[in-house]
C-alpha cells in the first residue's frame, strides 16, 4: 500500500469515491449514484484543485483504493472560512485494515505543512465512522439536527 498526495489525475476519481463516502444504515438500499450531483453534496468535488483543496490517496497495486480530502467549503461541516472540511472515502473491500488511519495521518500532516491549524467534518451519529474520527483527535463541537441530518459537527487542532 502506497500513500501519495493527490494528483490531477486522480480528480475524476473523485465523484466515485464521494458516492462511497456517503453514509446510509445498513437496513435500508443504498441510494442511488445520481445523489451526488445535489448541490450541498456536489459542492465537496465540485471544481476540485483550488487553491485551498488538498488531498491524499491510498493506492494499491497501482489502483487507487481509498481519498481524503479537504477543502474549505459551505458544506456540512463548514466552522468558518480559515477551516477545511474532510471527506474520506476507502472502498468497502478495503475497510478496517488500517488504511483510513494511515491516509488521515498523512492528510493532516499536508494541512500541516499548508499552515492549517484545524479541520472539521460532519458525521451522521449513528455512523460507526464517528468512533474513527474520535480515535484520530476530532471532537464534536455542535449538532446539525433538522429534515434530513441528524449530524455532529467534529473538529481536529492540527
Same mark, same amino acid.
Given at each position: 500500500?502506497?500513500?501519495?498526495?493527490?494528483?490531477?489525475?486522480?480528480?475524476?476519481?473523485?465523484? &466515485? &469515491?464521494?458516492?462511497?463516502?456517503?453514509?446510509?444504515?445498513?437496513?435500508?438500499?443504498?441510494?442511488? *449514484?445520481?445523489?451526488? &450531483?445535489?448541490?450541498?453534496?456536489?459542492?465537496?468535488?465540485k471544481d476540485f484543485g483550488g487553491i485551498d483543496d488538498c488531498g491524499v490517496v491510498a493506492e494499491n497495486a497501482?489502483?487507487?483504493v481509498g481519498m481524503a480530502w479537504t477543502r474549505i467549503i459551505a458544506g456540512y461541516g463548514h466552522i468558518d472560512n480559515d477551516t477545511p472540511e474532510l471527506a474520506i472515502s476507502i472502498l468497502p473491500e478495503f *475497510? *478496517?485494515?488500517?488504511?483510513g488511519? #494511515?491516509?488521515? #495521518?498523512?492528510l493532516f500532516?499536508?494541512? *500541516?505543512?499548508?499552515?492549517?491549524?484545524?479541520?472539521?467534518l460532519s458525521v451522521h451519529k449513528e455512523n460507526?465512522?464517528?468512533?474513527?474520527?474520535e480515535r484520530l483527535g476530532y471532537k464534536v463541537i455542535g449538532e446539525k439536527i433538522d429534515d434530513t441530518n441528524d449530524d455532529y459537527l467534529m473538529m481536529k487542532n492540527l
Open positions: 500500500m502506497q500513500f501519495r498526495e493527490i494528483q490531477k489525475a486522480d480528480y475524476p476519481l473523485l465523484e &466515485f &469515491f464521494l458516492y462511497h463516502a456517503i453514509y446510509f444504515d445498513t437496513g435500508f438500499p443504498p441510494p442511488p *449514484r445520481d445523489i451526488i &450531483f445535489r448541490p450541498e453534496i456536489y459542492i465537496y468535488v497501482g489502483k487507487i *475497510r *478496517r485494515q488500517g488504511i488511519t #494511515k491516509l488521515m #495521518k498523512y500532516e499536508l494541512l *500541516r505543512q499548508y499552515e492549517y491549524k484545524q479541520t472539521s460507526p465512522a464517528y468512533y474513527f474520527y
